[in-house]
């Protein structure tokens, strides 16, 4: 029980420094080390299984509508970059440059890819000739690199791991329709699979990604009242598309350019599950991404029959549910408080007394439930309280949200909100990026989104006083 | 029909030209797209389909066999690299280096991996403290990157994608254990899933991975009789281990350095199903890892009830078998061009008359041998004929490596085999690198591997005469 005692003790406690808390989870739960590389972090075993099950079900889901998966180059040529202004302008100062192969100098640098619009546009040229191409629904799972200056592992790391999707087609309507319903997935995969509610909305232009017409988004509100952009969705009009010469040939016998969309979601999101989730003891997995959904812990394992029922349990499991059976020689205090750790959504703890009874106890990692289950119904129990967990962490991270969200209607209640409550602040915008840019300066913060289907909460900008038909979310983010 | 003539006229014959039929057949059957980076690969939908069947298959083998997977960073500090002698010397010259972030140059420069032994190695000497950790069994599906002044989609180019294993053991036996082991899975994967013969053995010296103790190889002989490498299992014993400071404390309370392995496969291997099984109308793609094992292609298709009777037959075997209908406007004759240069297993011909027959025909890609088949007896035909292709393919490659390998006791005789006749070389050598060296200089031949459990063909070395015990396959190899 002294490992038991020590390990608690080693985490430090969300209230007293939430960012303190964040690192200790990310290391202690064995999710990532560091590298020899400043910025770069090592996805070990357990963190790699979270984003393996992400990876699964998200990828269904773009094969369910159409998409297929491709591998581009790692390197963009730096003249290849640069053949989008606003696109080269946003990404050049935080790209990596390849100068050298071998010994030699190359000819032209090369970018390690930031994101890979550029890449696309170039081969959807060579390909894309007639109307009957279109549209092109491509996908690829890959790792970009981005020169940050400041990183932590998951939120901002120079290199991460991510989907990106690109997509090509005949008119702006189809493109819109896309980008929206890439939102929609990754609206649905942010409430239904990882318990996270998110805000859908709208970026303003001066948040928007470079060289997009609109980008949309969708944005989740952590355990301190900071936001996280969950997933992007961009329509680029045609302006990529006439750049990089993207054209077809209609059936009216007319070249015409394409429309443009591409959408994202990374590694962040494992972050995202660790502060909409965790406590003060450790991380709380949603049970359709956990490695393992299901901890069997022998108790007084070294009594007759106790391992055997153990063993025997876990084989009648193990083809339904991803189950774990820990018969090492650590004690069940050590065991509980690594489990919880590591967020494994039930716990399954079996004794002689137990067995004796024909029953074992389940205890819920988010509230710590115990239930009695007869180990003859554990086949129908465990998706219950499955089930019931996945609510109540959407549930208690949805009333957070909502007791988090302040309206304000006038700047200096939208400066002494900011200032004291972490949170979200719905407020009226004029749609002046000069607005935007005080609220920054003055209370520190940018909006997040211009949300879909929310009343307007006045009819005058929060900032200026002018009139205003466009509410925004604002806040603090990662 | 003119469309059709079109493209099987654009295939270069492969006894015409082997290297041509190649690039063709990667172009003409959707595989790759060429990028604008010299040397690096588009890999289009139809080709990443191939290698995720492949992940997926391989993937689960490693999981069975005790392996976790990670994600180590893209690049390596130059510092690190350089620990560990022979391998910094085996790689320099091909790696690519990273030498400003944004606008400002690093201070130290970064490699792009080109594989990930020094990564591991800095990892493992963090986590790995007691014999309790042991084994460390890790694998990593990732892109890496060697900068080769000569490249060729799928065989050499400058970055590809293939999966790295790299463990850490407590002994010498168990490293040596789980090398083999990688190498068997390797093997079977390549002769039950490929339908590729391959020769397991062990490298020379001169021939091993820079740093190796010991590399194990599977050797496939490709159409035009040369070697392609097919994975390799290295064992690294100690050095990279004490060079890296990756030691654990064993029951005995000293502290010993870990013993260790690493084994890759790439997508080199859609290069090996190319030219093991292709032929001058395109693809011939083993079941297991075909996109479509099936495709089905309407005869007059315009008819009443023959497109409904297409869809019925697809929606009843989709379930069970990879199935494609092509319902376009493309006449049967395009269709029936355009699967085969995709090298689908099987297809389908279901016209006006078949229906009333309640039949269909069934054509093997392979051998393009007809088969009449009774609507409701397709569930299990298609599995026996599936079968029988992966068969029948298998041994065509087997026969064709037979026919080509040819046994060499002298010098002249060698010579002679190597400048006439493509295939493998069977000799004895004495185990002096002098004699490869000369080999290669007059023969133009490498040794490939020295072959498990195979009899000695005499016992004198082919290239100088004397003492030899070791019976080595020599070849042209890509």
């Known amino acids: 029980m002294a490992n038991d005692k020590k390990m608690v003790e080693a985490i430090t406690s969300m209230n007293d420094d939430f960012a303190q808390w964040y690192t200790d989870i990310v290391k202690k739960a064995d999710l990532i080390d560091y590298s020899s590389v400043k910025g770069c972090m090592i996805i070990r075993p357990y963190g790699y299984a979270i984003w393996e099950n992400i990876q699964k079900i998200l990828d269904s ?72 191409d279109l549209p092109k629904l491509y996908n690829q799972w890959c790792n970009v690199v981005r020169w940050e200056k400041t990183t932590r592992p998951f939120l901002r790391s120079r290199e991460f791991l991510w989907q990106e999707g690109h997509t090509m087609h005949a008119t702006a309507e189809d493109a819109e329709e896309e980008t929206l319903r890439m939102l ?84 962040r999101m494992i972050g995202a ?62 065991k509980f408080s690594e489990y919880e750790m590591k967020g494994v959504p ?30 003859d119904e554990l086949e129908s129990k465990i998706p219950e309280l499955l089930a019931e967990l996945e609510k109540g962490i959407y549930n208690d991270a949805l009333r957070r949200r909502e007791e988090m969200t302040y309206t304000c209607t006038s700047l200096e209640d939208l400066i002494d909100t900011a200032k004291n409550k972490p949170g979200f602040i719905k407020a009226m915008w004029c749609g002046d990026e000069e607005c935007e ?17 929310e009343e307007p909460v006045g009819d005058k900008c929060v900032c200026c006083g002018k009139k205003a038909e466009k509410l925004v979310y604002f806040g603090k983010s990662y």
Chains 1, 2 share one sequence.
């Open 437 to 453: 840019i005080k609220l920054k300066e003055i209370a520190d913060v940018t909006s997040r989104c211009m949300p879909f289907g």
């Open 273 to 334: 599950i660790i502060m909409a989730h965790g406590d003060d003891n450790g991380l709380v997995l949603p049970p359709k991404i956990a490695p393992f959904q299901l901890v069997i812990i022998p108790v007084q394992q070294h009594k007759e029959g106790v391992l055997e029922k153990a063993i025997e349990v876990k084989n009648a499991l193990c083809d339904k549910f991803r189950v774990k059976l820990d018969d090492s020689d650590r004690s069940p205090g050590w």
């Open 61 to 132: 889901q773009f094969k369910a509508t159409g998409h297929e998966n491709v591998c581009m180059p790692l390197f963009i040529p730096e003249s290849l970059l640069n053949k989008e202004k606003e696109h080269i302008e946003g990404f050049a100062p935080e790209v990596a440059w390849v100068t050298h192969g071998g010994a030699e100098p190359l000819a032209e640098r090369l970018c390690v890819r930031p994101t890979s619009e550029t890449l696309f546009c170039d081969h959807y040229a060579n390909i894309i000739k007639s109307y009957r």
């Open 184 to 267: 929609d997935i990754y609206a649905n995969f942010y409430e239904k699979t990882l318990c996270i509610p998110v805000i859908r909305g709208k970026k303003t232009d001066k948040e928007k990604f470079a060289g997009a017409v609109a980008t949309y988004t969708v944005e989740a509100m952590m355990h301190d009242g900071k936001a996280l952009q969950g997933g992007t969705s961009h329509n680029f009009g045609s302006d990529f598309a006439k750049a990089y010469g993207v054209e077809y040939l209609d059936k009216d016998n007319k070249l015409k350019p394409c429309f443009q969309t591409s959408w994202g979601v990374s590694t």
């Open 346 to 375: 039930l716990r399954l703890e079996l004794g002689p007394r137990d067995i004796e009874q024909g029953q074992c106890v389940i205890v819920r990692r988010d509230n710590r439930e115990k239930y009695f289950v007869k180990l």
